[in-house]
Structure formats: C-alpha cells, structure tokens
C-alpha cells in the first residue's frame, strides 16, 4: 500500500522492517542513525505513535511494538467531539445500533458456553440490583455495558471493536443514566433477559429482533441538559 498518507517516518520504519506486537524496537538513536533524520523529529513521531497505542516505552525495556487496537485512535476523537457539542450522541448511538445489528449474525455465532453462561450471570446481577435488598435499590451501570460487549467481544474486528467502546464511554460520559427512570431500567432489563434467553436457546433470529425492538426504548438527553453538565 501507499504510505505517504502516514506522514510519520517512525511509522514508515515500522512497517518497513516488519515491526510484529512484541518485537523490541532499536533505540531513537540508532533510528535516527539509520534514517538520516534527527531525534527530536523522531522523538515527537514516536509520542504520535504512543498516542496511537502502537509503541509503548517503559523504563528498562525501552519501546516495544504494540497490538493495533482502534480504542486509543477513536475514543478521545469521539468524547472530545461530544464535549465541544461538534456532533451529538445521538449520532453515535445510530452508528451504534446500526453496527449491532448488522454484525449480529457474526456476532453470536461465535459466542462460546461461557460467554453465555457470563452473560446470564449479568442479566441476574442487574435484576438482583434493580429489586432492591439490603444495599437498597441500584442502577445496573456496568452491566449494561459488559452486556452488550460480551455479546459483540468475539468479533474479529478491531474497528467494530473500537466503535462499540467509543459508544459506551460516551454513553458513560454523558451520565444518560441520570436521566432515566426506575421504571426504564425495568423494562430494558426484562429485554435484556429475553435476548440471553434467546442466545442460550439458540433463537439467534429471535434474538436479533428483541435487540431492535430494545433500542426503540433508548432516549438521548435532551440538548439543553448536556449543554449545562458540558
């Protein structure tokens, strides 16, 4: 492939010398020597790539390549986006509900017993929250969201991966759940439920339509309200 687009000589040395997750890497002296560049351009190309969560640098082992993952490229993008108000969360959310459906298929078939079996765990730790007990009633934060990424986790794909996590740490950014009632979290549990249900059957059809039918419940917080907690 062309690699002017990088505009990254570091990069460039990566994938010209077949740089794999693991593999040390020289140090920006030695890079330097070899690329006739100096080390404090190479020096700022590195932090990009850092940035990237391509490289890692740890003292007394010095920089080593890292497994592409899209998180650290999509993520900040995504909440700094939403906190300057230049794209809402609705967008997000669309692309969001657009990907779970599309790779539903993809998705559940490579669900494993243990997935299931975490995932049944989940639905019954949210509903032991939402019915109260000795540490009163108790939004089932966490679980929404290892919910749906248990569900989506096997799939093959950092960018969908990358996508889905942006969703859920803006979702967790902008505190929607704030906003929602006791009664909400209720019913979008009891779909919840029925979805596992459907998975540990193996009525991944059925399945994929109470997912649809779910997001139909989700509501975003109105403009004014993200506007004051920006």
């Known amino acids: ?22 593999d040390k890497l020289p140090t920006l002296t030695e890079i330097s020597q070899e690329l006739g560049i100096s080390v404090g351009k190479l020096r700022e190309q590195l932090e990009h790539a850092r940035a990237l969560g391509l490289v890692s640098v740890k003292p007394r082992v010095g920089m080593t390549r890292e497994p592409f993952s899209f ?16 794209a809402s969360f609705e967008q997000i959310s ?3 509900r657009g990907l779970e459906t ?24 949210a509903q032991r929250k939402l019915g109260g007990g000795d ?9 929404h969201r290892d919910l749906h990424m248990t569900i989506f986790g096997r799939i093959d794909n950092p960018f969908i991966i990358g996508l889905l996590t942006a969703y859920w740490d803006a979702y967790d950014a902008t505190e929607l759940t704030r906003y929602q ?8 549990w009891s779909y919840h439920a029925r979805i596992v249900d459907a998975l ?21 917080t109105p403009a004014s309200v993200q506007a004051n907690g920006r």
């Open 181 to 188: 009632s006791y009664e909400y979290f209720q019913t979008i």
């Open 71 to 86: 998180v650290p490229v999509v993520v900040p993008g995504t909440l700094f986006a939403l906190a300057m108000e230049e």
């Open 200 to 220: 540990a059957d193996g009525r991944f059809d059925d399945g994929r339509q109470i997912l649809i039918d779910h997001f139909n419940l989700l509501t975003t």
């Open 135 to 143: 540490n009163g009633i108790q939004i089932p934060y966490n679980e």
């Open 1 to 22: 492939m062309r690699l002017e687009k990088l505009d990254s000589t570091f990069l460039q040395y990566l994938i010209d010398h077949d740089v794999s997750p693991g």
């Open 102 to 125: 599309i790779f539903w298929d993809e998705a559940v078939m490579q669900l494993l017993p243990q997935d299931i079996a975490r995932l049944q765990k989940v639905v019954e730790t």
């Open 94 to 96: 669309q692309l969001r």
